[in-house]
C-alpha cells in the first residue's frame, strides 16, 4: 500500500462471527515474551520515537501536530512487528517504519479518532471515554485489511462496543502500567511502551484474526 493511498472498502461480512471472551493476562504475558526476546530492537525503536517527540516539541505551536502526525506510524510500527512475531515470521528493524506505508490512513483516522474523543470528553466526559475504548483497534484494521480510515473506525467501535466493559478493563491495566513506567524516572517506558503495545496487537489478533500475512 502507498503511503497516500486512503484505503478500501471491506466487506462486514468479514467480521460476523462469534467471539470468545478477552484474555488480559495472556495479552500481556505474550508481549512481554515478545519484548524479552526482541528486547535491544523494541527499546532502539522506542528511544527512536522519544527523540522524534523531544525534536518535534523544539518547534512551538507547531510540535504538536508535527508529532501528531507521526504518533500513529510509529505506534503502527509496534503492531506490524507484533503481527510478524506472532505469526513465526522474520522480521527487520526496518519493519518498525512500516506503519509508514499506511501514513494517510493512520493520519486521518488519528485525526479524527482524538477530535470525535475530545468532543466527548468535553460534552459528558463519558461518551469520551466511550469511543476512546472503541476505536481501540482502528490501527490494526488499517495496517491488516488496508481498510480506509473511517470504516477503520466504525468497524473498531462496532466490534469492541459488544465486549465494551472487558475492553475498558483492558485499557485500565495498560494505563497503569505505562504510569509506573513513567514513575520509575520514565525509563519504565521503555519497557512498557513496547510490551502494552505489543499486548493491545495480539488482542486484536486473538479477538478479530490477522486477515493478512504481509503488512
Known amino acids: ?69 507521526v504518533a500513529a506510524p510509529f505506534y503502527a510500527g509496534y503492531s506490524i512487528v507484533a503481527f510478524k512475531l506472532a505469526s513465526g515470521q522474520p522480521f527487520q528493524f526496518s519493519d518498525f517504519f512500516g506503519g509508514f506505508n499506511y501514513f494517510l490512513p493512520l493520519f486521518l483516522a488519528s485525526l479524527a479518532s482524538t477530535l470525535l474523543v475530545s468532543i466527548g470528553f468535553v460534552l459528558l466526559l463519558l461518551p469520551g ?29 462496532t466490534l469492541i462496543s459488544r465486549h465494551w466493559f472487558s475492553f475498558f478493563g483492558f485499557a485500565i491495566v495498560l494505563f497503569v502500567l505505562n504510569v509506573f513506567g513513567a514513575l520509575a524516572l520514565g525509563i519504565g517506558l521503555l519497557v512498557t511502551i513496547p510490551v502494552t503495545s505489543c499486548a493491545v496487537a495480539i488482542a486484536y489478533k486473538e479477538f478479530v484474526g490477522l486477515y493478512s500475512s504481509e503488512w
Request: proline residues 1%; hydrophobic residues 50%; negative net charge.
Open 1 to 69: 500500500m502507498a503511503a497516500f493511498d486512503f484505503g478500501v472498502k471491506v466487506d462486514p461480512g468479514l467480521f460476523d462471527r462469534e467471539r470468545s471472551a478477552i484474555n488480559i493476562q495472556s495479552y500481556l504475558s505474550q508481549g512481554w515474551e515478545m519484548f524479552r526476546k526482541n528486547v535491544g530492537e523494541f527499546i532502539g525503536f522506542t528511544l527512536i520515537i522519544f527523540v522524534v517527540w523531544l525534536v518535534s516539541s523544539m518547534f512551538d505551536a507547531g510540535s504538536s501536530l508535527l508529532f501528531s502526525s
Open 129 to 157: 471515554i466511550y469511543l476512546a475504548i472503541c476505536y481501540m483497534f482502528t490501527t490494526f484494521l488499517v495496517i491488516d485489511y488496508r481498510m480506509e480510515f473511517w470504516q477503520a473506525m466504525e468497524m473498531s467501535r
